[in-house]
């Protein structure tokens, strides 16, 4: 079984301007999750899609960052325009289902790095 | 509030037992789960401890579990280098999982 995809794995970009991650989850998976982990911390969630409906994206700095997951199936995560503090990896992960013990599985991530 | 704590580094011979530590503040939280991070690497769910359980084992992974003092632990046997990474342990508040900070885990020979 595949794992979950993302890329670019590494990306280096100047303050104000724009990015996007693309992630690909396991198939079947209706669950699909946006971390974003700066050095030296836990992941933390930024979005969480059922299908293609955004359920939790209390977190997500809607200002500047935009995802969407038009076919239920891949996701895209768009920053724009970048700052600083946005440099981290950006984790994806999907799962069965939401509820119970249904397993979350990451990708590799996406390296991001603003300079 | 949100708050999963852990310590920052542990540093094991090849061979002894490993033990990380992790205290949370969700009383309510269902699932607590223990995670493996290698280097360039995305995370990889090693076990996890429903919250009416004590004690969970799976080969070499011990899980204890104190709910009362909101306190979780991981212990790994026979630790091998293969072990080094960072470990992170996580609470599941209703579908979202709060990660801790992630304790390093250096095994040397």
């Known amino acids: 079984e595949a794992g979950v995809a993302q890329s670019p794995r590494y990306k280096i970009i100047e303050k104000r301007q724009s990015v996007a991650f693309w992630c690909n989850p396991i198939s079947g998976h209706a669950t699909l999750y946006w971390y974003q982990q700066i050095l030296g911390q836990g992941p933390k969630l930024l979005i969480q899609f059922q299908n293609n409906g955004v359920v939790d994206d209390s977190q997500l700095p809607k200002d500047r960052f935009s995802a969407e997951r038009l076919k239920g199936v891949d996701s895209t995560l768009k920053i724009q325009p970048a700052k600083l503090e946005d440099s981290a990896v950006y984790l994806c992960?999907?799962?069965?289902?939401?509820?119970?013990?249904?397993?979350?599985?990451f990708g590799p991530g996406t390296r991001l790095l603003v300079l | 509030g949100e708050d999963v704590e852990q310590s920052l580094f542990l540093s094991v011979r090849e061979g002894d037992s490993s033990v990380i530590n992790c205290t949370y503040t969700d009383s309510s939280s269902t699932y607590l789960y223990w995670y493996k991070q290698e280097p360039g690497a995305g995370l990889q769910l090693l076990t996890y401890i429903f919250s009416n359980m004590d004690m969970k084992q799976d080969q070499r992974l011990t899980v204890l579990l104190n709910k009362k003092d909101k306190h979780l632990s991981l212990r790994i046997a026979d630790t091998q280098t293969g072990d080094s990474a960072i470990y992170f342990c996580?609470?599941?508040?209703?579908?979202?999982?709060?990660f801790g900070t992630g304790t390093r885990l250096q095994v040397f020979p």
């Open positions: 996580a609470e599941k508040e209703t579908d979202k999982l709060i």
């Open positions: 992960a999907s799962s069965l289902g939401a509820g119970g013990t249904k397993t979350q599985y």
